[in-house]
């Protein structure tokens, strides 16, 4: 079974991404505006009515924001996690939310012939979670807001076909850039997220398995990092080993596929 994807867009500013598999069409994340998403599924000749679920990751506004207007305008069904909905509904206004459907931050859900394995995270969300869409014997990670190289992650990433792959920061642009101390603390720390080496390092790890087809790297940040910078760190951390992307910040990325 192929599958397909799409970064709608990635980063602080907000956060969607499109994957399709066996006539199962899902986002992760609506970070977005219902406008937005819908206008750039169109321009890759797809109709976000016919999305059959939003997945989201994680409470942070720029992952959820938006959830509400993808339901009332489009339909889809939101799924969540219980305490993900209540911190992100005490925060942002939702509005009228009539079809949501509960996960926990460790189950596996099931969408036709999909799979999607919700993954835990340290992220400082209250109680956030990755996603595994799983077709057939292919596998996606959408992996961002990581909060640190956690166990089991470059087992996670080596058992996949393709991967959305945080690369938050650059640690010497961060270390210079216009952020207050507390909030680059927060961004280095074991809550927050992690950063071009940590993520190359990972993919180099996990790439001995031979497995992943490409990475695209994701939610760059605006101040500490730039596409250039991402790449060539990992281009020398992962001596080609891997094909790389970077996912951008205010548009939609290509169609990747998995094949
Ligand atoms: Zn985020
Ligand atoms: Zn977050």
């Known amino acids: 079974m192929n599958m397909i994807a799409i970064s709608l867009q990635s980063g602080s500013s907000g956060n969607c991404i499109y994957i399709e598999a066996g006539g199962v069409r899902l986002l992760i994340d609506a970070g977005i505006t219902g406008v937005q998403a819908q206008d750039r599924l169109a321009a890759h000749g797809r109709d976000i009515r016919t999305v059959d679920a939003v997945i989201i990751s994680h409470d942070h506004g720029d992952h959820i924001r938006h959830a509400g207007v993808y339901q009332r305008k489009f339909g889809i069904p939101i799924y969540v996690t219980p305490a993900t909905l209540a911190a992100a509904a005490a925060r942002c206004n939702l509005g009228k939310l009539t079809d949501v459907r509960a996960f926990r931050a460790c189950d596996k859900i099931r969408f036709g012939d999909v799979l999607v394995y919700a993954i835990p995270t340290p992220h400082d969300g209250v109680d ?7 077709a057939g014997k292919k596998r996606i990670g959408v992996l961002t807001d990581l909060g640190h190289v956690f166990k089991d992650l470059t087992r996670i990433v080596a058992s996949l076909d393709a991967v959305f792959l945080e690369s938050n920061y650059d640690p010497d642009m961060l270390a210079a850039g ?9 961004i280095r720390g074991p809550h927050g997220h992690i950063s071009n080496l940590e993520a190359a390092e ?8 031979k497995r992943l087809q490409w990475a695209c ?12 910078v991402a790449l060539k760190t990992h281009r020398e951390v ?7 992307y970077v996912a951008d910040r205010y548009q939609s990325t290509k169609i990747f596929t998995v094949l």
């Open 217 to 228: 790297l994701s939610h760059l940040s605006e101040e500490n990092n730039h596409p250039d």
């Open 178 to 186: 216009p952020y207050p101390s507390y909030l680059k603390q927060r």
């Open 238 to 244: 992962t001596s080609g080993n891997v094909t790389l």
């Open 202 to 209: 990972l993919l180099r790890r996990a790439s001995d398995e």
């Open 128 to 134: 956030g979670s990755v996603f595994v869409v799983e």
